[in-house]
Nanobody, 120 residues
Framework: QVQLVESGGGLVQAGGSLSLSCAASGRILSIYAMGWFRQAPGKQRELVAGITSGGSPSYADSVKGRFAISRDNAKNTVYLRMNSLKPEDTAVYYC??????????????WGQGTQVTVSS
């Protein structure tokens, strides 16, 4: 009954920028933390950035100063602005959101994943 739909991503040259968005929909009571993970081929999924319900962001060291996470609580949407992209940022990016549904207890939901490819 709750789903996350991602948009954005694609192919960009090194040094370029991309934006991702992830919108939650369904029978939502409350949204707590939101954020982004990524998974590169042959690697474990890693946390990229998170943001609390109050808007406090946190970042992986590898993206600090280059990526910016934000959220629009009125739209149930989390965003990731990625600047100064590097080839090592290439991965499938997954959004997550900790949501309490109208009929469900709070749990983590995941987006479908979107490919980000940075060419050198």
């Amino acid at each position: 009954q709750v789903q996350l739909v991602e948009s954005g991503g694609g192919l960009v040259q090194a040094g370029g920028s991309l934006s991702l968005s992830c919108a939650a929909s369904g029978r939502i009571l409350s949204i707590y933390a939101m954020g982004w993970f990524r998974q590169a081929p042959g690697k474990q999924r890693e946390l990229v950035a998170g943001i609390t319900s109050g808007g406090s962001p946190s970042y992986a060291d590898s993206v600090k100063g280059r990526f910016a996470i934000s959220r629009d609580n009125a739209k149930n949407t989390v965003y990731l602005r990625m600047n100064s992209l590097k080839p090592e940022d290439t991965a499938v990016y997954y959004c997550y959101s900790d949501i309490a549904g109208v009929v469900d207890q709070a749990r983590r939901y995941w987006g479908q994943g979107t490919q980000v490819t940075v060419s050198s």
